[in-house]
């Protein structure tokens, strides 16, 4: 009885909603914004045309990045991003973990960056600020050269060095069984 009476107000609900205009339809441009496809997977499948270079991303940074993760990607308020460590072992404080100790795959930080940066305006960046922001992170992390480009072909081709942490661990067959995540 309970159950009845509760789906016929969540009805009334509805069509009072309904009859009242309640709500906002969302534009297709937000719907747009959002809707990133294809997702970029390990293997570099899904990345979109662009090229990015660590000056410009460093510049991109400062403006968008840097109030939230440090000048350098230290971290405050939020993750840090460049950190030692490489890469992080049993001992590593839970606080060191960044891009370069801990981020397994190059392009899957770039989908990252795509879908969820800046905080509170995620997907606003463009392809090409992404490829630039890619380009400086992994060069701040020690990972690529400050005049390695930043690409399509080359970003798949990046190893990373939290790579081999992917492997399962043969006796717990999980993981990183020794880790405890933030």
Avoid at 32 to 50: E, H, N
């Amino acid at each position: 009885m309970f159950k009845q009476a509760l789906l016929a107000l969540a009805l009334l609900g509805l069509a009072f909603a309904a009859r009242y205009g309640l709500g906002t339809p969302i534009a297709e441009e937000l719907i747009a914004q959002y809707d990133l496809r294809p997702v970029v997977l390990p293997d570099g499948r899904g990345l979109p045309p662009g090229e990015g270079k660590v000056v410009e991303g460093e510049r991109i940074y400062a403006e968008k990045c840097a109030s939230c993760h440090g000048a350098r990607g230290e971290g405050y308020p939020f993750n840090r991003l460049v950190a030692e460590p490489f890469p992080i072992t049993p001992d590593t404080d839970p606080v060191e973990f960044a891009i370069g100790n801990y981020w397994p795959y190059a392009t899957t930080l770039f989908d990252y960056i795509r879908r969820a940066m800046p905080f509170g305006a995620a997907g606003t960046l463009t392809d090409e600020e992404v490829y630039h922001l890619v380009a400086f992170l992994l060069y701040m992390n020690g990972i690529t050269e400050a005049d390695t480009p930043i690409n399509q072909k080359t970003l798949p081709t990046i190893r990373m060095p939290a790579r081999e942490l992917l492997d399962l661990d043969p006796e717990t067959r999980r993981r990183f069984p020794w880790l405890t995540l933030p």
